[in-house]
């Protein structure tokens, strides 16, 4: 589960088209449905739009900058030619709405401030910011239904608000309480659009707690995601069974064609801006992100070294053999690009 | 573990076994204590005894050679692989004249288990494959020699078992097994509940990283409230990873007040050998047991890592802190 700053304003838009008056040209909601993604790719600035959602659209593009550009740049001068033009979008985004809940996420913590004072700040407005969600949903009539807050747009910067707390609970050590968090709010969107399971699974790893995790897996069967995954790889070295710790890695290495390289090198990415960083599932990208997230179980305990479960993982000769497989498969494509630009 | 203080006790039950009048008489007693400790291999007659008069250099080689290597490590490779201290090849060799002179010298082969593995898991399951023998093998010894006792660790043959049990625990807390951990540590206060070996303070550490406070509560009360080091803090990270803070500043208090230089310790972390073959004597309540316990409270307190900056704002915490650093010439 990832979100999406450009579908999620397609959503907005056309929330707010369906409730505006333009919307009553047509004949019916479907009619007037159809017709909207046309609308929206040929002039989305004179769509029906308030400051709010101006703002959300610049705070949006802003963590894709943060999330992609700045991450991916190849120099220090794109670095910080990305920082400037996207912190600048923040600032836009806020002088448009100073309650764009977004915004003012990705402005605190580009001020990089303590674990611990990211998590008072969003623990202390978590409450505003919902009712202030609700109150916009409710103003162009789409507040969710419950148990389904992730179905209205207007409710997702809530989710992404909540997410955050969770996550800094974990990076805290606080496990339980980020576990309440993910639990409360995956009763409230039982869709998890914001993906509070795979945070939620990682607790349960932190906390080797077997059963609780899964339960969570029950809630969402079929669902095989590469958080869970892993989350089965670590409990069964944790409990010490590695042929099922063998099972898991192999499961992976089958879904996840780079797998090799990514459970070998085991990079970490900046936690992501926008919720979990984004990717298309089943992808390498998945993969990769939930290894880098789950680098608070991959560096437990482990000081200035790679810890056991990370070597293990990292060391094991199946890893090992898939990832230069990987790497002169890699090699082989480059030489072979490189000999076509040749030829031309 | 003081080998030589083990060995005299082993030499005494078995003179008397030997002779069981030597029991009643405090003179006789009084001589032949002194000579062991004295001249320990005068009195040195079988295989096991000789076994433990070679572990002694061993276990001293063994300090050495792990300060060396790590004298090396650090100036190497950041990245290399954690692991057991691993292939001292004179420790090694040591290691190996103990169990040819006795192969039942299962201290000799706890370390030898240690030192020779590549990874924690081939070290886990090395001393786990031994255990069984070697439970058997000193059951055997210490029912030969030992008298009746309330408790297995005051049966100086049973201790060999009860080390390696404990050199177990030690590993899967440094491999991350923790719930695994727990349960060999409970399974051990079970076995052995007066707790010679001081398992529960690894427990308490364990309940408090596994955020388990009825299972910390439990343990409290079943050894007294003695307020050990490990229990002050394991009790005030869980009061903080729990979000109780009020709760957890008094604990703090608690921790900088009884644990002299604890909370320097906690502050700047110091480095304390391998527990080869166990954990050092300490003075409760001495800053030896404080540096101890803030030693073994390591992956507790890294796993939270905003918990000592926290901790360092409260006023009682970071004067004791100051005060024990100004004292004994540290910064942190």
């Given amino acids: 589960m990832s979100m999406v700053p450009a579908s999620e304003d397609f959503e907005r838009l056309a929330v707010r088209w369906a409730s505006s008056t333009a919307a009553k040209e047509y004949p019916n909601l479907v009619a007037m449905l ?24 610049l705070a949006g593009r802003a963590a ?24 600048a979008m923040v600032d836009e985004a806020l002088k448009l709405d100073p309650a764009c ?12 401030p303590t674990r611990q004072e990211m998590l008072d700040f969003l623990v202390e407005g978590a409450e505003r910011v919902h009712d202030e969600c609700a109150e916009r949903a409710r103003a162009v009539h789409a507040m969710p239904m419950q148990g389904h807050m992730g179905m209205g747009p207007y409710m997702k910067p809530y989710l992404r608000w909540m997410l955050d707390i969770a996550n800094e609970q974990l990076s805290l050590g606080r496990y339980r309480a980020s576990l309440e968090v993910c639990l409360k709010m995956l009763d409230a969107d039982h869709d998890d659009v914001a993906g509070f399971r795979q945070v939620a699974a990682l607790d349960y790893v932190k906390l080797e707690d077997e059963a609780g995790f899964h339960a969570l897996r029950e809630r969402y069967p079929g669902d095989d995601n590469a958080w869970f995954a892993l989350a089965e790889l670590f409990l069964a070295y944790k409990r010490r069974d590695f042929e099922a710790a063998e099972r898991e890695l192999h499961a992976i290495m089958r879904t996840y064609p780079q797998a090799g390289i990514t459970l070998a090198y085991q990079d970490e990415l900046p936690a992501g801006l926008f919720g979990h960083h984004e990717y298309a599932e089943g992808s390498d990208d998945e993969l990769f992100i939930a290894v880098s997230e789950a680098a608070v179980v991959l560096d437990e305990n482990c000081g200035d070294f790679s810890s056991p479960l990370s070597s293990w993982i990292s060391m094991h000769p199946d890893v090992e053999a898939a990832r230069v497989l990987e790497e002169s498969r890699a090699q082989a494509a480059q030489e072979r690009e490189g000999g076509d630009q040749a030829c031309l | 573990m003081l080998v030589a203080a083990e060995l005299t006790e082993r030499l005494l039950r078995k003179a008397v076994k030997d002779n069981p009048s030597l029991a009643t008489d405090a003179a006789r007693m009084a001589d032949f204590t002194r000579q062991a400790m004295r001249s320990p291999e005068t009195l040195v007659k079988d295989d096991e005894d000789k076994a433990m008069l070679l572990l002694e250099k061993a276990v001293a080689r063994a300090q ?14 950041p990245d290399a692989p954690r692991k057991p201290p691993s292939k001292l090849p004179q420790t090694h060799a040591l290691l190996s004249r103990c169990i040819e002179c006795d192969p039942h010298c299962y201290d ?15 070290a886990i399951d090395g001393l786990s494959e031994l255990e069984v023998e070697a439970r058997q093998w000193c059951q055997e010894r210490s029912s030969l020699y030992d008298d009746a006792v309330a408790d297995p660790w005051d049966a ?6 009860l080390r390696m049990r404990a050199r177990r625990l030690d590993l899967l807390v440094q491999a991350a097994c923790y719930r695994q951990a727990l349960n060999l540590a409970c399974e051990m206060l079970d076995e052995a509940p007066a707790d010679g070996q001081g398992v529960r303070h690894t427990a308490a550490l364990l309940y408090a990283r596994l955020e388990d406070e009825e299972g910390l509560n439990a343990l409290d ?26 709760a957890a500043k008094r604990a703090l208090n608690g921790l900088a007040r009884l644990c002299p230089g604890a909370a320097f310790f906690l502050a700047s972390p110091s480095y304390v050998p391998p527990y080869l073959p166990d954990r050092p004597v300490f003075k409760p309540g001495s800053a030896d047991e404080s540096l101890l316990a803030c030693y073994e409270a390591d992956f507790l307190v890294v796993d939270t890592p905003e918990f000592v900056t926290w901790a360092l704002q409260q006023p009682n915490f970071a004067e004791a802190a100051d005060k024990f650093g100004n004292a004994h010439g540290g910064e942190y």
């Fill in chain 1, 34 to 57: 159809s017709a909207f993604p046309e609308r929206y790719a040929k002039d989305r600035d004179a769509l029906p739009q308030t400051d709010a959602d101006r703002a959300f659209a």
């Fill in chain 1, 64 to 87: 894709q900058i943060f999330d992609h550009q700045v991450i991916e740049a190849k120099t220090q001068d794109d670095v910080n030619r990305s920082t400037v033009e996207a912190t």
């Fill in chain 1, 101 to 112: 809940h977004d915004a003012l996420r990705i402005q605190k913590n580009l001020q990089r």
């Fill in chain 2, 64 to 77: 050495r050679d792990i300060d060396d290597e790590l004298d090396a490590m650090y100036g190497t490779a």
């Fill in chain 2, 108 to 122: 000799a082969r706890t370390l030898d288990v240690i030192i020779m593995a590549d990874t924690f898991e081939q």
């Fill in chain 2, 156 to 161: 100086v043959f049973m201790r060999p078992y």
């Fill in chain 2, 221 to 246: 009360v079943r050894y007294g409230r003695e307020g050990s080091c490990w229990m002050h803090i394991a009790r005030s990270v869980l009061l903080y990873k729990l979000g109780r803070l009020d």
